[in-house]
């Protein structure tokens, strides 16, 4: 699923930092609407807003919101950088149809950007849209209600675009991108800067080690089973679905489960079937679900 994200301009220092991305030159392409010179969108909206009264606050004691940036971030896999099929070109007019669908009467620059993953080494399209406040058919500032509410609105125009553009829908319990490490969390950050060993990464190891172990050794039987009973040595519980396509894991000693999928890439029931070299894992299905209840 194309991920989407709106963050609010609220500070002279933040709308400073938000014109100097949407004006850097290592940007792919850009393009705008509802402006008479795309080069000084800036000075434009700027004027736009003090025309209208909104460089001010609407009430007394109230914070202004000059402009709204958006992140539209397309899946890794459907990025043609990773051979998909969203081109740059592609991408830039999915973000047109995103700005002129919901937002026609607003100044509008945006700018595509080709981001690394520092922690994966992956590459991705994103496109950074900045979207004036105010509206230029009304004259009033663009308000799409309460922030949860629109959040889940601008979520689910996104998985209608995607529907419409033929791009993949996140399915509950599956990673949303196969190419792209699922990235740890803050608490694992902070964990790891205090020099202490988050259990997903633990989990990460053992698995990994013993997953080569059986690979290599190429043990009689059912492989996946083999790979329950050596984690269970190592303190792992691992437990798979009756459909074989979930597999959990959990630490000894620990309430909490752990879906493969968030572990990473290679950790998920047909990533594991993979690595242990016995097919994909819908392919075990009865096998599985047989052998790892006795």
Not at 72 to 100: A, L, Y
Not at 110 to 130: F, M, P, Q
Not at 181 to 193: G, K, N, W, Y
Request: charge should be positive; proline fraction near 3%.
């Amino acid at each position: 699923m194309t991920a989407i994200k709106q963050v609010s301009v609220t500070s002279v220092a933040h709308l400073k930092s938000l014109s100097g991305y949407l004006n850097d030159e290592r940007a792919l392409m850009r393009d705008s609407q509802n402006l008479v010179d795309e080069s000084r969108w800036a000075e434009e909206m700027d004027r736009t807003r003090e025309a209208y009264g909104h460089n001010s606050p609407s009430r007394a004691g109230a914070s202004v919101t000059y402009m709204y940036h958006h992140i539209i971030g397309f899946n890794p896999d459907e990025c043609s950088c990773n051979g998909g099929p969203m081109t740059p070109e592609k991408c830039m007019r999915f973000s047109r149809e995103w700005v002129q669908g919901r937002y026609p009467n607003q100044e509008a620059v945006w700018v595509l950007h080709k981001e690394r993953c520092a922690a994966d080494s992956t590459n991705r399209y994103a496109v950074h849209i900045g979207i004036n406040r105010t509206d230029l058919e009304t004259g009033n500032r663009l308000h799409e209600g309460l922030g949860r509410a629109a959040k889940v609105a601008r979520a689910n125009a996104i998985r209608e675009m995607d529907a419409k553009w033929g791009l993949r829908q996140l399915e509950k319990g599956q990673r949303n991108s196969r190419v792209h490490a699922m990235q740890p969390t803050r608490a694992e950050r902070e964990m790891r800067a205090r020099g202490s060993v988050p259990d997903k990464d633990m989990m990460r190891r053992c698995i990994q080690i013993r997953v080569r172990e059986i690979a290599r050794e190429a043990p009689e039987g059912n492989r996946m089973r083999e790979l329950a009973s050596r984690l269970k040595a190592d303190g792992i519980e691992m437990t798979v679905s009756k459909n074989a396509k979930r597999v959990q894991f959990r630490r000894e000693g620990s309430d909490r489960k752990v879906g493969g999928w968030r572990l990473g890439r290679g950790f998920s029931a047909s990533g594991l079937a993979a690595g242990l070299g016995v097919g994909a894992a819908k392919q075990l299905g009865s096998e599985i679900s047989q052998e790892m209840e006795r």
